[in-house]
Protein backbone atom coordinates (compact mmCIF):
# COMPACT_ATOMS: atom_id res chain seq x y z
CA UNK A 1 0.00 0.00 0.00
CA UNK A 2 1.45 3.63 -0.65
CA UNK A 3 2.13 5.55 2.09
CA UNK A 4 -0.15 9.35 2.42
CA UNK A 5 1.29 12.66 2.57
CA UNK A 6 0.54 12.41 6.30
CA UNK A 7 2.96 9.34 6.64
CA UNK A 8 5.93 11.06 5.02
CA UNK A 9 5.47 14.61 7.02
CA UNK A 10 5.66 12.72 10.26
CA UNK A 11 8.39 10.50 9.37
CA UNK A 12 10.37 13.29 7.55
CA UNK A 13 9.54 15.46 10.86
CA UNK A 14 11.05 12.65 13.13
CA UNK A 15 14.20 11.89 10.97
CA UNK A 16 14.85 15.87 10.95
CA UNK A 17 14.37 16.52 14.55
CA UNK A 18 16.69 13.23 15.08
CA UNK A 19 18.99 13.97 12.42
CA UNK A 20 19.76 17.62 13.25
CA UNK A 21 20.29 16.93 16.99
CA UNK A 22 23.05 14.54 15.94
CA UNK A 23 24.73 16.96 12.97
CA UNK A 24 24.94 19.80 15.36
CA UNK A 25 24.91 18.86 18.84
CA UNK A 26 21.87 20.73 19.64
CA UNK A 27 17.64 20.15 18.77
CA UNK A 28 16.22 21.29 16.23
CA UNK A 29 14.15 23.94 18.62
CA UNK A 30 17.64 24.98 20.32
CA UNK A 31 18.98 25.91 16.82
CA UNK A 32 15.72 27.36 15.41
CA UNK A 33 15.96 29.85 18.87
CA UNK A 34 19.49 30.75 18.37
CA UNK A 35 19.08 31.24 14.47
CA UNK A 36 16.14 33.82 15.38
CA UNK A 37 17.84 35.47 17.57
CA UNK A 38 21.03 35.68 15.63
CA UNK A 39 18.66 37.21 13.57
CA UNK A 40 17.73 40.09 15.90
CA UNK A 41 14.28 38.74 16.43
CA UNK A 42 12.91 37.19 19.69
CA UNK A 43 12.53 33.72 20.96
CA UNK A 44 8.76 34.30 21.17
CA UNK A 45 8.16 34.54 17.46
CA UNK A 46 8.22 31.04 17.32
CA UNK A 47 5.10 30.51 19.46
CA UNK A 48 3.67 28.02 17.40
CA UNK A 49 6.62 25.62 18.31
CA UNK A 50 6.65 23.59 21.00
CA UNK A 51 9.87 23.21 23.39
CA UNK A 52 10.46 26.64 22.92
CA UNK A 53 10.88 27.78 26.74
CA UNK A 54 13.04 24.73 27.48
CA UNK A 55 15.41 25.95 24.39
CA UNK A 56 15.38 28.97 25.62
CA UNK A 57 16.67 27.74 29.00
CA UNK A 58 19.29 25.57 27.32
CA UNK A 59 20.46 28.42 25.72
CA UNK A 60 20.66 30.50 28.49
CA UNK A 61 22.53 28.21 30.78
CA UNK A 62 25.02 27.32 27.59
CA UNK A 63 25.55 31.52 28.38
CA UNK A 64 24.36 32.05 24.22
CA UNK A 65 21.05 33.55 25.26
CA UNK A 66 20.34 36.58 28.14
CA UNK A 67 16.65 37.91 28.47
CA UNK A 68 15.85 36.29 25.25
CA UNK A 69 18.67 38.28 23.01
CA UNK A 70 21.54 36.41 21.69
CA UNK A 71 24.92 37.21 23.51
CA UNK A 72 28.27 38.01 22.13
CA UNK A 73 29.30 33.97 23.16
CA UNK A 74 25.99 32.90 21.50
CA UNK A 75 27.01 34.94 18.39
CA UNK A 76 30.24 32.83 17.92
CA UNK A 77 28.26 29.52 18.39
CA UNK A 78 26.17 30.72 15.60
CA UNK A 79 28.53 31.93 13.20
CA UNK A 80 29.84 27.87 13.79
CA UNK A 81 26.95 26.07 13.41
CA UNK A 82 25.68 28.04 10.38
CA UNK A 83 28.37 26.07 8.47
CA UNK A 84 26.81 22.64 9.91
CA UNK A 85 23.38 23.90 9.32
CA UNK A 86 24.07 24.26 5.57
CA UNK A 87 26.00 20.50 5.55
CA UNK A 88 23.00 19.60 6.86
CA UNK A 89 20.51 20.35 4.58
CA UNK A 90 22.79 19.98 1.45
CA UNK A 91 22.63 16.12 2.80
CA UNK A 92 18.43 16.35 3.01
CA UNK A 93 17.96 17.94 -0.09
CA UNK A 94 20.31 15.82 -2.29
CA UNK A 95 18.69 14.65 -5.60
CA UNK A 96 16.03 16.96 -5.23
CA UNK A 97 16.22 20.19 -7.01
CA UNK A 98 15.45 23.77 -6.43
CA UNK A 99 12.41 24.30 -8.14
CA UNK A 100 11.33 20.66 -6.95
CA UNK A 101 11.66 22.23 -2.90
CA UNK A 102 10.31 25.29 -3.73
CA UNK A 103 6.82 23.31 -5.17
CA UNK A 104 6.94 21.09 -2.35
CA UNK A 105 7.27 23.84 0.08
CA UNK A 106 4.32 26.01 -2.45
CA UNK A 107 2.26 23.02 -1.93
CA UNK A 108 2.59 22.34 1.77
CA UNK A 109 1.93 25.96 2.46
CA UNK A 110 -1.13 26.12 0.47
CA UNK A 111 -2.00 22.43 2.09
CA UNK A 112 -1.71 24.35 5.54
CA UNK A 113 -3.80 27.65 4.70
CA UNK A 114 -6.81 24.92 3.83
CA UNK A 115 -6.99 23.97 7.10
CA UNK A 116 -5.59 27.86 9.16
CA UNK A 117 -5.98 30.67 6.47
CA UNK A 118 -4.88 32.68 9.33
CA UNK A 119 -1.89 30.91 9.29
CA UNK A 120 -0.16 31.44 6.50
Not at 6 to 18: H, I, P, V
Not at 52 to 78: C, P, S, Y
Amino acid sequence: MEKNIGYWLKNLDTLLESAMDDALQMTRREWQVLNTTAHDARPDELAPFTGIDEAVEQLTARGWLADGRITEAGRAAHAGIVERVAAFRQQVSEGVTPEEYRATVDVLRRMAANLDPAAV
